[in-house]
């Protein structure tokens, strides 16, 4: 079973610039969530997603941040304009409701530097 | 508001030196609480799901237990490759399925 893939891997950018990443989830997953994690730090929920809704964004800076799962599949987060203190992991992950551990599974992540 | 705190920070052991981490969290009511492990530029990998006190999972050196504040991750005789930060999360049981994380152990 393929994992959940996103890229890019790495992304180094000016501050004020923008930035946007790609997750696919686990074939049949209908949960897809955004998480930033920042260094030294525990995973923070940015965004969940059940198919194509929005489930909770209630800790994504919508100012900056925005996020869509077309089709109920694939999943981009956008920041624009990035700032310093955006420097982080942004990690996806996915779950199915028949999941016996209700266990997320995550991707390796895009690791973001603003300068 | 809802807080999971994980002690120590970070802990040093010889290999073969058993010990515990701790993941104490305040939450109104617990669907489940999780541990993960994290390698260095990896995502979080799942090692174990706890649903009521009591309850203990196990897995090679690893023996996950919950109590109705608590958890501990008991590590048996460590080897070097059980070098890792180590994620406990609390689900809560009403609404999505989202996990709140507490900020790790390195070991």
């Known amino acids: 079973e393929a994992g959940v893939a996103q890229s890019p891997r790495y992304k180094i950018i000016e501050k004020r610039q923008s930035v946007a990443f790609w997750c696919n989830p686990i074939?049949?997953?209908?949960?897809l969530y955004w998480y930033q994690q920042i260094l030294g730090q525990g995973p923070k929920l940015l965004i969940q997603f059940q198919n194509n809704g929005v489930v909770d964004d209630s800790q994504l800076p919508k100012d900056r941040f925005s996020a869509e799962r077309l089709k109920g599949v694939d999943s981009t987060l956008k920041i624009q304009p990035a700032k310093l203190e955006d420097s982080a992991v942004y990690l996806c992950?996915?779950?199915?409701?028949?999941?016996?551990?209700?266990?997320?599974?995550f991707g390796e992540g895009s690791r973001l530097t603003v300068l | 508001e809802d807080q999971v705190t994980q002690s120590p920070e970070a802990l040093r052991l010889q290999e073969g030196e058993s010990s515990s981490l701790n993941c104490s969290y305040t939450v109104s009511g617990l669907r489940g609480l999780f541990w993960y492990r994290q390698d260095p530029g990896k995502g979080p990998e799942f090692l174990f799901t706890?649903?009521?006190a009591g309850e203990e999972k196990e897995k090679e050196r690893l023996k996950a237990t919950l109590t109705k504040k608590e958890s501990f991750l008991h590590i048996t005789a460590p080897k070097p490759e059980d070098s890792a930060t180590y994620l406990c999360?609390?689900?809560?049981?009403?609404?999505?399925?989202?996990?709140?994380f507490g900020t790790g152990t390195r070991l």
């Open positions: 706890l649903y009521s």
């Open positions: 999360a609390v689900q809560l049981p009403f609404g999505n399925e989202k996990l709140t």
């Open positions: 074939s049949g997953h209908a949960t």
């Open positions: 992950a996915s779950s199915s409701r028949f999941s016996n551990t209700g266990e997320l599974f």
